[in-house]
């Protein structure tokens, strides 16, 4: 009977540290995933404007509020993993080596697709540059369509490659809401891109390509993108090869005499260092604004009051 109520408490303790870890690589999950939301949109918007054009209204509205939105609320509905506590915890810092080479890795990547796309477009026979009409916004053509389709794409892809799993959550696949949004926000890109009806084509601004061939590439493209985006992330990033440079890199050596410091101690050590430094630039600029605006004022000042 008394080993009743520390057994309770106990499994509270390992369920709480459960969530707790699962709460905090969501929250990197979501960071990540805005942060490249983001960098994905603006470097497509910064390739139409090069261009003297700029995605739709409606465009906008069906990436941000469609998109975005859905995923981002959704992802976030995965459980904490029932399995066995992994004796590491995971990352604690947003500036960490594996946080940004992840971020930094998935924005090469989509960038890398969305620069192969246009130029892919403009090699086509059929394709005419845009002829810019002043007064207007320029956002019907085929640059517009193609970057559009394919940033919806991409940015589906990098939400998969952030829905982290276990040691900390749940399979992706267990979150059967995120799952059926990924797969139906898919096929309604998909057929924005294959076979879109005049009224939705008309209600988005698409330019719709003549070519079957280079519509079906663009699903290609975002296929190949989603491949590498899931590899980099779940492979390259969790390689022991990775976490031995990330520790090479991300070192902070602190010199063998202060290594018995206590902690507390070594931090007021440096600030004094770093006070210190600072006091000491300060008096050297101080000299040198005193020896070249104030010294000649005074010798000059000297002279007319010693011939007064």
């Known amino acids: 009977m008394l080993l009743c109520p520390l057994r309770l408490s106990w499994c509270h303790v390992i369920g ?3 969530e707790g870890r699962a709460a905090l690589v969501t929250t990197f999950s979501v960071f990540k995933y805005m942060a490249a939301y983001s960098l994905i949109e ?3 918007v910064l390739i139409l404007y090069t261009l003297n054009s700029n995605l739709g209204d409606r465009q906008y509205f069906y990436i941000d509020l469609v998109v975005v939105l859905i995923l981002a609320l959704v992802g976030e509905r995965t459980e904490a993993y029932k399995g066995r506590l992994d004796k590491k915890s995971p990352l ?3 500036v960490s080596f594996p946080v940004l080479f992840s971020l930094l890795s998935q924005i090469a990547v989509q960038i890398f697709l969305l620069t192969l796309t246009y130029k892919y477009l403009e090699s086509e026979p059929w394709f005419t540059p845009l002829v810019q009409v002043i007064n207007t916004e320029n956002t019907k053509c085929y640059e517009t369509t193609a970057l559009f389709c394919l940033c919806s794409f991409l940015l589906i892809n990098v939400s998969v490659a952030f829905a982290e799993g ?3 959550r749940s ?3 267990t979150n059967g809401l995120y799952v059926g949004s ?3 926000l898919y ?3 998909a057929y924005i891109t294959l076979w879109p009806a005049n009224f939705v084509a008309d209600f988005l601004e698409l330019e719709v390509p003549s070519s079957l061939t280079f519509r079906v590439a663009l699903v290609e493209i975002s296929i190949l993108g989603l491949v590498l985006s899931y590899i980099i992330d779940r492979w390259v ?3 022991n090869a990775l976490k031995q440079l990330c520790g090479k890199l991300w070192s902070n050596p602190t010199p063998r005499i202060l290594l018995r410091v206590p902690t507390r101690r070594l931090c007021v050590y440096r600030l004094h260092i770093a006070a210190e430094n600072l006091a000491k630039r300060v008096c050297r600029y101080y000299r040198q604004w005193y020896r070249s605006a104030v010294a000649p004022c005074t010798v000059s000042f000297s002279s007319s009051a010693a011939s007064v």
Do not use: C, E, N
């Open 171 to 173: 399979p992706m696949y």
């Open 16 to 18: 709480l540290r459960r």
């Open 237 to 239: 990033i969790s390689s």
């Open 166 to 168: 276990a040691p900390y």
């Open 187 to 189: 096929l309604i890109t």
């Open 182 to 184: 990924v797969i139906v």
């Open 42 to 44: 603006f470097t497509t």
């Open 92 to 94: 604690s810092s947003l």
